[in-house]
């Protein structure tokens, strides 16, 4: 069976994805902080005839992660699919005019949690001469959201980093693309539940062919 790692796996969008993968026939790693809400998920994803597990990491602990995946493949073997979208709302955001060294650094830590996971899988995808990478944003990444000035910040730096990989891995057989995410996940808009938003990532592995797609669900 093919693997997908879904690095920042939660209850909202990380749980619709690995249930989207599962009903196409993945295994799936989830990979998160806490151990007790993973097992709680696994055994969700169980019941529905889905195989998974959770493997514990913090993405701004790069050793953590390397542990992780030498952990799942351990278990199951080379992944198929990366899929990266951690959130944490214990980071705060700061306005335009109130970025600071103290503020980014977080939020760079944070989104560089991505560069530590794609390492852990390309050099297995590149060998095999298939694999797909899904690296996910905020919306603010494409349009920037004034008050999230150091999170955009970040995760434009992220963007950049994943379509230049995007190019550089499609020569190898490998598809990576961007996906943000202009959209109160699960606050009421019909295209923004998770279920919804999950189907676009099923969608793009199948047809491989965007390095980029931007997911806008605002008005209601």
């Known amino acids: 069976m093919p693997v997908i790692a879904i690095v920042g796996a939660g209850p909202g969008l990380g749980y619709e994805i ?36 959770g493997f514990t990491a913090d993405v701004t602990r790069p050793d953590t992660v390397a542990a992780a995946f030498t952990r799942i493949k351990e278990r199951f073997g080379r992944i198929d699919v990366l899929e990266f979208s951690p959130a944490d709302r214990a980071l705060d ?3 335009v005019l ?24 390309a050099p297995d995808m590149i060998a095999a001469g298939e694999g797909t990478i899904l690296v996910t944003t905020g919306g603010g990444s494409i ?12 995760a434009a730096g992220l963007r950049n980093w994943t379509l230049n990989l995007h190019n550089e891995l499609k020569e190898h057989g490998v598809y990576v693309a961007h996906v943000a995410i202009s959209a109160w996940i699960g606050a009421g808009h019909p295209d923004a539940e998770p279920d919804v938003i999950a ?10 062919t965007e390095p980029e797609h931007h997911h806008i669900a605002l008005d209601r």
């Open 93 to 95: 955001a700061a306005g």
């Open 18 to 53: 690995a249930r989207a993968f599962g009903g196409e026939g993945f295994t799936v790693a989830l990979v998160a902080r806490n151990a007790e809400k993973l097992d709680a998920l696994a055994a969700e994803l169980g019941g529905e005839g889905i195989a998974a597990a």
């Open 143 to 154: 349009n920037p959201v004034p008050f999230f000035a150091n999170i955009n910040f970040a």
């Open 199 to 208: 189907r676009k990532y099923v969608e793009l592995y199948r047809t491989r």
């Open 98 to 121: 109130d970025v600071a060294p103290e503020n980014l650094q977080p939020m760079f830590d944070f989104h560089v949690g991505a560069v530590t996971a794609v390492k852990q899988v």
